[in-house]
């Protein structure tokens, strides 16, 4: 039972902070991998452009994914991902994939 001001006391909050972690952790990785084969595959200047990207790409989605971690940690409910902000960690979390695929060639 939850009141309206208050928190809803399970585990939802605890499970959509972790997810959030995760993804993170995720797009980190891909960051770095991309990082990595671009150093592998030499510093061509397409591989140089891709790996800024990445890293901007990166550093958005962190932005985002930071607010809603710290939004979790209220003791009030945070408010709606607004579109604004779905839209940026979706295309951060696509921009990252496709400047890792980018740095293979």
Avoid at 9 to 15: A, F, I
Avoid at 84 to 102: E, G, K, N, Q, S
């Amino acid at each position: 039972m939850t009141t309206a001001a208050g928190r809803d006391p399970g585990l939802q909050p605890e499970r959509t902070r972790l997810a959030w972690r995760r993804t993170t952790l995720s797009c980190t990785v891909v960051a770095l991998l991309a990082f990595r084969q671009a150093l592998h595959a030499g510093a061509t200047a397409a591989g140089v452009v891709a790996v800024a990207l990445s890293l901007l790409a990166w550093l958005g989605f962190l932005r985002v994914a930071h607010r809603r971690v710290t939004g979790m940690g209220s003791a009030r409910p945070p408010a709606a991902l607004s579109p604004r902000h779905a839209l940026t960690a979706v295309a951060c979390t696509v921009a990252l994939a496709v400047f890792a695929v980018a740095t293979l060639f």
